[in-house]
């Protein structure tokens, strides 16, 4: 399969939305409002890194990354979020594409490092882990993950982006 990495445009918002929709409708985790998450993101200009994963021309998969705010100071700090594929293309790369992919161009920009909550066996692939001094609160603390750039690691609770409450 050609998986094609690029930043969304205007044209992709109703194929994003499909996408992250059709992906969280049977996430057992999922309150389902992954997809106004990202709308509320997109409307705040938050949407630091915003990536589609098109084969055959079609979207079939999203990423999001947006600034996080951590107590203790640091900056230079995302979060990674949601980040969605078409069912029927799970388990088939899309996904860790779309990550990479990412995770590169915030490096790129300079970033510090990214933080996101997700599952520790899949994540741990692309060099997340726990860190006991990271907290984000009504989290189980092995769920959230965190990946610097660097050699420095912030201590203290993160907050994501205001964007990550919406519900409509």
């Known amino acids: 399969m050609n998986i094609l990495i690029r930043p969304e445009t205007t044209a992709d918002i109703d194929a994003i939305s499909a996408v992250t929709e059709a992906a969280f409708r049977n996430h057992p985790h999922s309150k389902q409002t992954e997809c106004f998450v990202i709308h509320a993101l997109r409307k705040a200009d938050a949407l630091t890194v915003s990536l589609v994963a098109e084969v055959d021309g079609k979207v079939v998969g999203h990423i999001a990354f947006s600034p996080v705010t951590i107590s203790d100071g640091s ?9 969605s594929v078409l069912p029927e293309l799970q388990r088939q790369g899309v996904g860790k594409a779309l990550v990479r992919e990412g995770l590169a161009r915030l490096k790129t920009s300079g970033a510090n490092g990214c933080l996101l909550v997700g599952e520790p066996a899949y994540y741990k692939h692309f060099g997340f882990k726990h860190f006991p001094k990271l907290l984000l609160e009504k989290i189980p603390p092995q769920y959230f993950l965190a990946l610097p750039f660097g050699k420095t690691v912030p201590r203290g609770t993160v907050t994501f982006h205001d964007g990550f409450n919406a519900t409509a």
């Open 75 to 83: 900056t230079g700090w995302y979060g990674l979020g949601p980040v």
